[in-house]
Nanobody
Framework: QVQFVESGGGLVQAGGSLSLSCEAS????????TAWYRRAPGKQRDWVAQ???????TYAPDVKGRFTISRDNAKNTLYLQMDNLKPEDTAIYYC?????????WGRGTHVTVSS
């Protein structure tokens, strides 16, 4: 069974940075397109960024230029570097495949950005 465990969230002031990690088991991340998603309070879960098997990256318009998705194949771990954070980035962040595995969502990691 594919499982993802996210970590690295926290409380940060606007303009600050956080680095999220996602450890995967049951799959090899370099074999699939993987992505970060987030669910803001009271909203649905949205796609944030993805990285293909070849390393090509794509970002949602509201995070492009501020967030960087990367992958460490040796550690089978996905990362999301978040810079110049804004209060509207406050959300629970999740990783999964793209397309997603319905039964493989982790608990996510909470990111709170204060103004």
């Amino acid at each position: 069974q594919v499982q993802f465990v996210e970590s690295g969230g926290g409380l940060v002031q606007a303009g600050g940075s956080l680095s999220l990690s996602c450890e995967a088991s049951g799959t090899i991340l370099s074999w699939i397109t993987t992505a970060w998603y987030r669910r803001a309070p009271g909203k649905q879960r949205d796609w944030v960024a993805q990285i293909s098997t070849g390393g090509d990256t794509t970002y949602a318009p509201d995070v492009k230029g501020r967030f960087t998705i990367s992958r460490d194949n040796a550690k089978n771990t996905l990362y999301l570097q978040m810079d110049n954070l804004k209060p509207e980035d406050t959300a629970i962040y999740y990783c999964n495949g793209y397309p997603t595995w319905t039964n493989s969502w982790g608990r996510g990691t909470h990111v709170t950005v204060s103004s």
